[in-house]
């Protein structure tokens, strides 16, 4: 687009007739934007925009801010003045403990708060004690509902260290000995367990061949069938069908998964009785469950699918 005289004139006249950018341009075939740009440059006066007038906004109506009664700002700072704490006003009275500290903005400032008040000497032992013991800042805090950084400062005064440090080393011994104690426990049980699966299979460790039973002792163990098939020259999966052929027929595999649904149907169908059970932890309790729930749900199915020929039909 170029301006030629013939256009420029006709701009000059609009502009004279007193037209808005808008409507030039409308006239013009041009941008509103090219028209304000030719007008700058030549000194065409341009008519000025006039804002229209917006309709009066209705007077905002003054904001109810709620306050406390009287009665209640008067107590709040004789309790303040009795050197009640925060938690105690804020019982008394209904207030915030928030504004507790506003409503008493013109009294003298008291040196103790609503936090110091709650945690006294033993309080402090009781926590650091707990830190030198080996519990760590952030768990402690939780459990005694109080800030991390209380307790490093009541850590570095003298007087709370000193009466902490004994009662730290009774609790340390406290909880060694509950380690030592849960750890007899926990080897008393896995050996009643491990008995109870020795005994269970034993006779048919007899009855299978020496290397099958030999890699089923170090299955038993805990080893897994890859180690046990490099060292025998195997493959894994043959190293599992042999285990699965002796658990069908009794032997217990304390770490050995629950068997599949494949499993269970050659089972029902061979045996037509309750399989054993499939874990040592099953067999330490015997009022417990001898199978797991996924164990359970597989014989289930698979008593459904193919039942004893006697019950057939």
Not at 216 to 221: E, F, H, P
Not at 271 to 288: D, G, I, Q, W
């Amino acid at each position: 687009m170029s301006w030629t005289k013939e256009r420029h004139a006709r701009l000059v006249e609009l502009a004279a007739n007193g037209l808005s950018p808008r409507q030039m341009a409308a006239d013009l075939g041009v941008t509103r934007n090219a028209v304000i740009g030719r007008c700058h440059r030549e000194d065409v006066p341009i008519k000025a925009y006039e804002r229209k007038p917006r309709a009066p906004r209705p007077p905002r109506e003054p904001r109810q801010c709620w306050r406390y009664p009287d009665a209640v700002v008067l107590r709040v700072r004789e309790l303040y003045a009795e050197g009640r704490s925060y938690a105690d006003i804020s019982d008394m009275t209904g207030a915030t403990v928030g504004s507790i500290g506003y409503l008493t903005s013109a009294l003298p400032r008291r040196h103790d708060t609503h936090r110091t008040a709650a945690h006294d000497f033993a309080f402090r032992v009781a926590a650091v004690a707990a830190t030198l013991a080996g519990e760590s800042f952030a768990k402690a805090a939780v459990r005694l509902d109080c800030s991390q950084s209380s307790i490093l400062k009541w850590k570095r005064l003298p007087a709370v260290l000193a009466a902490a440090q004994p009662l730290a080393e009774r609790i340390r011994a406290k909880w060694e000995a509950d380690q030592a104690e849960t750890a007899r426990l926990e080897a008393e049980a896995a050996a009643e367990a491990r008995a109870l699966v020795d005994a269970q299979n034993a006779p048919l460790f007899a009855q299978m061949p020496h290397r099958d039973a030999n890699m089923l002792r170090r299955r038993v163990d805990g080893e897994t069938c890859a180690a046990i098939a490099r060292d025998y020259g195997i493959s894994r999966e043959r190293v599992r069908q042999i285990e699965v052929t002796w658990r069908l027929k009794g032997l217990l595999v304390p770490c050995a998964r629950p068997l599949n649904g494949a499993a269970a149907r050659r089972l029902m169908l061979r045996l037509h009785r309750a399989p054993p059970p499939m874990f040592p932890a099953a067999v330490v309790s015997p009022t417990a469950d001898p199978l797991t729930p996924y164990w359970r749900a597989k014989v289930e199915q698979a008593a459904r699918e193919h039942p004893p020929r006697g019950e057939a039909g």
